[in-house]
């Protein structure tokens, strides 16, 4: 099969479905007509076999996880989706893994409305990148930088799934294995995102985990924070699957997860609550945003948590995006 026959085959049937994209697939550059108002949200990454999904990996999720990593970025940011461009490199042209990936891909794109715009395709080591083409109303995307003392730390979703499904994917449980699904199908908090418009001082979603990832706010907005390391939302299949001394480095420091963490005033944590939970995403409150400079992690009794050395960084070739 040719570059232009997988073009023809896999590509193209996934383009030009929104209104905005005035020409999709087929032209020297796509054109995309932005809704009046709104500012384009822009996010690239690239994702490469062996370093951030292992080789082995499904082929539809091999297409499913570089998109749903950039929609992530958008839905931390407060955007919902327009379209995208994917540049796919591959050691060879075979059908069968690109119908998986392809299938993969389409999923998810035609479950948020996403329109395949354009991209590349060549020969080389398996890797994947897509850039996510959103929008945001003008002056209401959520940044990294507003958080401010008194806030609340909030997390969607639960943690450390994605970390224990890297193992138990190690040891040869398949993708229908719930933790392993996590690790490979992870889930954009997109309608999340648009509800915290208005609402959160900074939004950020966890992909190298919550401890880096709330660092990233607490420097941007010149803030410390104190978390609650038991409060951290668990599944329940990770509760019963993780060893006890795995689970704080797997909920804190290890990322892959994509849910968001966003700063919150009290008073905005019941209504984003019941709004959340009305979409079937779970919120909780994991701690506050004070005046300062730092994280403290805490457990339950206020006890100090230190975590294992090197923290996050030492389990960063395994897992996450960077
Ligand atoms: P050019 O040389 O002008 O870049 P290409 O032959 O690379 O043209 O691509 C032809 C068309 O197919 C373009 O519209 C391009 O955006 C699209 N395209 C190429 N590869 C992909 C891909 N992997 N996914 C989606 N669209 C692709
Ligand atoms: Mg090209």
């Avoid at 087929?26 to 500012?39: E, F, H, I, S, V």
């Amino acid at each position: 099969m040719s570059e232009f026959e997988i073009i023809e085959r896999y590509f193209r049937p996934l383009t030009g479905r929104r209104a905005e994209t005035r020409l999709g697939i087929g032209d020297d550059a796509a054109l995309l007509a932005p809704p009046p108002g709104q500012l384009l949200a822009l996010a690239v990454d690239t994702l490469v076999a062996g370093i951030h999904f292992p080789d082995d990996a499904p082929a539809e999720s091999v297409g499913h996880k570089p998109l749903a990593v950039n929609l992530s970025d958008l839905a931390a940011m407060g955007a919902a989706p327009l379209g995208a461009l994917l540049s796919l490199t591959l050691p060879r042209f075979e059908a069968e893994w690109l119908e998986g990936f392809a299938r993969g891909f389409a999923a998810l794109a035609s479950r948020y409305r996403v329109d395949l715009l354009g991209g590349d395709t060549t020969r080389g080591p398996l890797s994947v990148t897509v850039q996510a083409i959103g929008c945001v109303p003008d002056g209401e995307a959520l940044r990294r930088g507003g958080a401010r003392p008194g806030d609340l730390v909030v997390v969607s979703g639960s943690l450390g799934d994605a970390a224990l499904g890297l193992s138990r994917w190690r040891q040869g449980l398949a993708a229908a294995d719930p933790l392993v699904g996590r690790l490979h199908y992870p889930e954009p908090r997109l309608g999340l995102g648009r509800l915290l418009r208005g609402h959160a001082s900074a939004c950020i979603d966890i992909s190298d985990g919550l401890v880096a990832d709330l660092g990233h706010i607490l420097e941007a907005s010149g803030v410390a924070a104190r978390i609650d390391a038991d409060a951290v939302p668990l599944s329940a299949d990770f509760a019963a699957a993780c060893e006890e001394d795995r689970r704080r480095e797997y909920s804190l420091a290890w990322g892959d997860d994509y849910e968001l963490c966003a700063c919150l005033p009290p008073e905005a944590l019941a209504p984003i609550r019941s709004a959340a939970e009305a979409e079937g995403v779970p919120i909780t409150a994991v701690g506050e945003i004070r005046a300062g400079a730092g994280l403290e992690v805490v457990d339950g009794q206020g006890r100090p948590v230190t975590l294992a050395a090197g923290g996050y960084r030492h389990f960063r070739g395994g897992a996450g995006a960077e």
